[in-house]
């Protein structure tokens, strides 16, 4: 499994772009609304607002949605829409039912945008000063509809950079980005760091609201707009745009898997995925007879390889396939400890709010 697909990624990820290798052009500058979710994000908002008033595109708002924070995070939208004439801030004191709180504050943000283009974002994410001015202008030469793009991750927690090289460089080969921009293919993908989309598009498959209660509400973004026939893109974002420590421990990553492993026949599914074909390998190449060392040594080195192909393209660390089986633990023990809390609360918690589990999608 592992050999065939690093073969066929190797042949196809230069399909899949990158964004710093557009040159950005003056001719076509709709307004694009920029809409960032904030919940208790006191320690990343300000350098994300700044780097988006750093930006080389001219036409620009920034709405900034504080989501029933309790730290300092409503002080800090304050002071940037002090500072800044193009800076607008919501406040949401509650949540409504059937509504995650992101979607909730995204959807609650859209309806004051003005722009033709809304370009949702996370409020950990810094913005090179040509991002939006390129992406603008690759979105106008394709006639995109949708375009998404996969973040560096930068910080010194290099935890949370293992487990997005494996997230991403699973999405890109197994997922087979390079179809995406495909309109007859089935493949799509929405990234939190960068959804840029056209506003009427937004609106025609329903907003946030279509699917305000499920967890994975980026991807259901995309594969919505994918769904009624729009045209989509992803690329690498390197050098673009970066998501700012991601994840600060391995608490916080492991209550990152919960967020989408929190029943237990779906615990159990990665469970069992997660040991035959991300830890049996490393373990193999010891045990065994000959044949079947023989096998988990191509599947290992085949891993390593597709880290190193994604890394070339996505900035991300060379060597991080290395850390394969270790990702794996982390996915096993968030799906399990997701499962149990679950059962035991009745709901699936994620930053201080807890979701139903019996109707909560992931």
């Not at 492993?261 to 995925?273: E, L």
């Not at 599947?299 to 597709?306: E, M």
Request: aromatic residues 12%.
């Amino acid at each position: 499994m592992w050999g065939t697909i690093a073969a066929l990624f190797t042949m196809k990820v230069k399909d899949i772009g990158a964004l710093y290798e557009t040159q950005e052009t003056k001719n076509n500058l709709p307004q694009i609304s920029v809409i960032i979710a904030a919940r208790n994000e006191e320690k990343a908002l300000e350098r994300c607002v700044v780097s988006l008033m750093k930006q080389t595109y001219s036409n620009l708002e920034v709405i900034v949605v504080n989501d029933r924070s309790s730290d300092a995070t409503g002080d800090i939208i304050r002071k940037m829409v002090n500072s800044y004439p193009n800076v607008t801030g919501l406040e949401i004191k509650d949540l409504p039912a059937q509504w995650m709180g992101k979607s909730h504050a995204l959807w609650e943000g859209s309806k004051l945008a003005q722009g033709d283009w809304i370009l949702f974002t996370d409020a950990d994410i810094l913005f090179n000063p040509q991002c939006i001015a390129k992406a603008v202008t690759y979105v106008d030469q394709h006639q995109l509809d949708h375009l998404t793009l996969i973040p560096d991750f930068v910080g010194t927690h290099v935890f949370s950079k293992w487990y997005a090289a494996f997230i991403f460089m699973s999405a890109s080969s197994f997922g087979q980005l390079w179809k995406v921009k495909n309109p007859k293919a089935q493949q799509s993908l929405g990234v939190g760091a960068f959804n840029l989309v056209k506003r009427e598009v937004y609106e025609e498959i329903g907003t946030h609201a279509a699917f305000s209660y499920v967890t994975t509400d980026d991807a259901q973004l995309g594969k919505r707009i994918k769904q009624e026939g729009y045209r989509q893109d992803v690329m690498y974002g390197t050098r673009m745009v970066a998501v700012w420590n991601w994840y600060e421990s391995v608490r916080q990553l492991v209550g990152s898997v919960e967020k989408s492993v929190f029943r237990y026949p779906n615990a159990i599914i990665t469970t069992v995925s997660c040991l035959l074909t991300m830890i049996y390998p490393w373990i193999g190449l010891f045990l065994g007879p000959a044949s079947a060392r023989i096998l988990c040594g191509i599947s290992v080195l085949s891993v390593i390889w597709l880290y190193f192909v994604y890394a070339k393209h996505s900035g991300s660390g060379l060597w991080y396939g290395i850390t394969h089986p270790l990702v794996a633990c982390f996915l096993i023990v968030g799906g399990l400890r997701g499962a149990y809390r679950a059962s035991r609360k009745g709901g699936m918690t994620w930053r201080g709010t807890t979701y139903d589990r019996h109707e909560l999608k992931a």
